[in-house]
């Protein structure tokens, strides 16, 4: 890989944790967090891709299972790949759902990089590798994403973070669908000590991706590897597809959590936007209308006003996402 083909944030006086600029980057070392429940078909396609990386420091694979039974035959994987690649399988000792599951992971983990990768993605090959020539040249980052690859009917959807806009302030603007947990990697001391792990309380887990991501930025800059080197692929097995109630309500937990959010009206008129479209898909019609108006008053040419005033005139929000995800986008 050249140095174009790596794209650098860095960012204005990045905190510290340790001895140096580049001390972090000594232990390359990774585990990679894969939380899964019922969907042993796709885990494996995931494990796949993590196996292929080819990386110049040992590798361990943290499986951790939430509420289901564990495979335990997993851990056989490693032997075919060889000193330096471990399999630990585990259950969730958290709390049900996927922030308990991932923290469970990260608890086990032992070594200096965290990553993650969700059961229905795919790493593709060289993803570790551009990410850790992006923290090298990059010596305040403590975290690092990739681009994306959006699999949706068959189809491949390039999606590229502009690291220009990876700060706090640009995830308080938009959320970035771009920046993928199955893309993320983090320093693990950094995580656990400045950080913090997954927040757990966020119902139903749902956007504890987001929540994460925030408050990385908060704290460190972030690389981006400019490539597209993981796939993730959309489809309706998904556990947060069309679960309206507990994206509203989630929702609602982010703009509490960050207060922030009032100096960002575009950013916040996004999220309740997202509100609406929920409400209106649960049949609330009202109260719909009611974050409709708020949403309009924040931000007027928000782009999911016309969305949640057509459901809740009638149009099924199902449809809605599906049109949405042909071109790589969601509600």
């Known amino acids: 890989m050249t140095t174009s083909d790596v794209s650098i944030l860095v960012p204005v006086a990045a905190a510290t944790d340790d001895g140096g600029p580049t001390t972090h980057l000594a232990d390359r070392s990774v585990s990679v967090i894969i939380a899964t429940r019922d969907r042993p078909h796709l885990l494996r396609r995931a494990l796949a891709g993590v196996l292929a990386q080819r990386h110049d420091a040992p590798v361990e694979i943290v499986v951790v299972f939430d509420r289901c039974e564990p495979d335990h035959s997993l851990a056989e994987l490693a032997t075919d790949e060889g000193p330096g690649v471990d399999v630990v399988v585990s259950t969730n000792q958290r709390t ?15 070594r200096s990089w965290i990553a993650f990768c969700d059961d229905d993605d795919e790493w593709l090959p060289g993803k570790l590798q551009a990410q850790f020539e992006a923290l090298a040249g990059s010596p305040g980052c403590r975290a690092a994403c990739t681009g994306i690859l959006i699999r949706y009917e068959g189809n491949d959807i390039a999606r590229m973070p502009d690291p220009d806009r990876v700060t706090f302030d640009g995830f308080l603007r938009d ?24 927040d757990e309380e966020i119902p139903g887990s749902y956007a504890e991706d987001y929540d994460l991501f925030l408050r990385t930025a908060r704290r460190t800059g972030i690389a981006v590897a400019g490539q597209p080197l993981v796939r993730v692929w959309w489809h309706g097995a998904s556990y947060f597809f ?30 309740r936007g997202q509100q609406a479209v929920a409400q209106a898909a ?29 459901v809740a005139a009638g149009l099924k929000a199902e449809s809605a996402l599906k049109i949405a995800h042909r071109f790589g986008k969601g509600i």
């Open 282 to 310: 649960m049949g609330e019609r009202t109260r719909a209308l009611r974050t409709i108006a708020a949403t309009a008053r924040l931000h007027p040419t928000e782009k999911r006003l016309p969305l949640a005033l057509a």
């Open 175 to 198: 959320r970035m669908t771009e920046v993928h947990p199955s893309s993320w990697l983090v320093h693990r001391q950094t995580l656990v000590e400045r950080i913090g792990l997954v």
């Open 242 to 271: 069309e679960r309206w109630k507990m994206i509203d309500e989630a929702l609602g937990y982010l703009i509490e959590k960050y207060p922030e959010f009032d100096r960002h009206p575009d950013g916040l008129a996004r999220i």
């Open 96 to 110: 049900p759902g996927l922030a308990g599951a991932r923290n469970s992971g990260i608890d086990l983990a032992s």
